[in-house]
């Protein structure tokens, strides 16, 4: 989304909507047919992502895997959609607090379900941890991931996963569970 690219490198309060216009190849005013302002653009960005995440989770908790399956395949999905949605991610972390109340906490509310996921599926493989240390695991595992939005490593994409995988189990106190390609396919 150009809105998203250009936020990531100016900040998105630097921009104007004749800038995305321009980025995205159509006049400025031509952003409104779709937008009635850079707010929506915003919201609709969160949105997209923020769906896409709870789409996979969805999916990824349906397939039956095991609980170590299910929290590897969680994590390695949120580290595609940070590299794939590098930018959006970077700009709705870096203006989340400029949206209206209203939408600031639809949003936290779809991240809290999202969250919910991982803490379910990492208590039962973590009894030694009482509530608030596996929310916390959680947290700082997502917080890993997520850090590559502020940070350009320069790693290769597929070796930065590798590491962000690890980094992120390391964080929740688990392996990462092998996941055979029978239960790839129920994901599909």
Do not use: N
Not at 6 to 29: T, Y
Not at 120 to 147: C, F
């Amino acid at each position: 989304m150009a809105a998203a690219a250009l936020g990531a490198q100016r900040g998105f309060d630097a921009i104007s909507m004749a800038d995305i216009g321009a980025e995205a190849g159509i006049v400025g005013s031509g952003v409104y047919r779709h937008f009635d302002s850079k707010t929506a653009i915003l919201v609709a960005m969160a949105d997209r992502v923020m769906d896409r995440l709870m789409g996979r989770s969805a999916q990824i908790i349906a397939a039956g895997l095991d609980e170590g399956q299910a929290l590897t395949m969680l994590a390695r999905d949120h580290i595609a959609v940070a590299q794939t949605h590098r930018d959006a991610l970077a700009v709705y972390h870096r203006e989340v607090r400029t949206l209206p109340e209203d939408e600031r906490r639809r949003l936290s509310r779809l991240q809290r379900h999202y969250i919910e996921e991982w803490v379910h599926l990492l208590a039962p493989l973590r009894p030694d941890l009482a509530d608030g240390e596996v929310r916390l695991a959680v947290h700082a595992a997502i917080g890993a991931i997520q850090s590559t939005l502020f940070f350009r490593s320069g790693l290769a994409g597929e070796r930065l996963s590798e590491l962000l995988e690890e980094m992120a189990h390391g964080c929740l106190g688990t392996m990462p569970a092998p996941v055979s390609e029978l239960a790839l396919t129920k994901l599909c």
